[in-house]
């Protein structure tokens, strides 16, 4: 009796800095946004209980749903693009020759860089009059003249910030997609190999099933993602043309401190949480059924 009490304790012991980093940095953050929600929070006036004034007023707001739909599309368009994208790299480089290591790491460089890098990068690449894909595809004949990539069309736009992220994210999913292709036991594969299974039998009926976790569990990190989306869009466009591309957190972001709503940036965020949790437990339920 002594020895399990005891055990528990220092399991409980063992556990206490991440417990503590969760309660500093999720819980009470958590709670202080919920409570700012109902308040008028201003940083030049004191603030005012309003309770759900807050989210009835987002409910009607006519900009924050049309970004929250941008945001929407946005992550609709890219998460198949890098989960497919991304589990074909796998595929493809999961072997242990020199070619496809030296492979997976050109395709992983992108990841470490700095995502505000990376949108200055591509924002000059596609620059009107010095951007090298407008060059590209005059020099191919495809376009005449050089293209206004990003801030006057949406579609040109959203396709120009889906390219960059694309290509800095997509090495992120294929090391996972590897690590869980590389755990299944090699005499598995070799059994397939001999029963006369061939490339495309061994991905659907072995590969896939056996990673199916993973997959669920990349989809829903590019999902938490694409709905957090800013430094992009706040840099490649500034969320133009008339906002047509601000996201739910730029949007967030312009309430909470250019106009110093924080109390209506508080409650947009509440309703984007609870969204994310959402997803969160859709994943989960997933995950579970595709255990069991």
Known sequence: MYRGWRRRWLGLLYLSPALLFVLAFTVLPLAQMGWMSLHNWSLISPPTWVGLDNYTRAFHDRQFWVSFRFTLEYTLLITPILIIGGYLL?????????????????????????????????????????????????????????????????????????????????????????GAIQAIPTEITEASVVDGAGFRQRVTRIILPLTLRTVLLVTLLSVVGSLLAFDQFYIMTAGQPQNQTSTSVFFVYLNSFPYLKLGYGAALSMVLALTILAFTVLQLLLARRSHS
Do not use: C, H, Q
Request: glycine share 10%; no cysteine; aromatic share 12%.
């Open 90 to 178: 796998a595929l493809l480089t999961s072997g242990d020759t020199m070619m496809r290591r030296f492979t997976r790491t050109v395709l992983f460089t992108p990841v470490v860089i700095g995502l505000g890098v990376s949108s200055l990068l591509w924002y000059w690449l596609f620059s009107t009059d010095f951007g090298p894909i407008n060059a590209l595809l005059r020099d191919a004949g495809v376009i005449g003249e050089p293209v206004v990539w990003l801030g006057v069309d949406a579609d040109r736009s959203l396709i120009a910030i889906t390219a960059s992220v694309v290509w800095k994210v997509i090495g992120f999913g294929m090391v996972l997609f590897i």
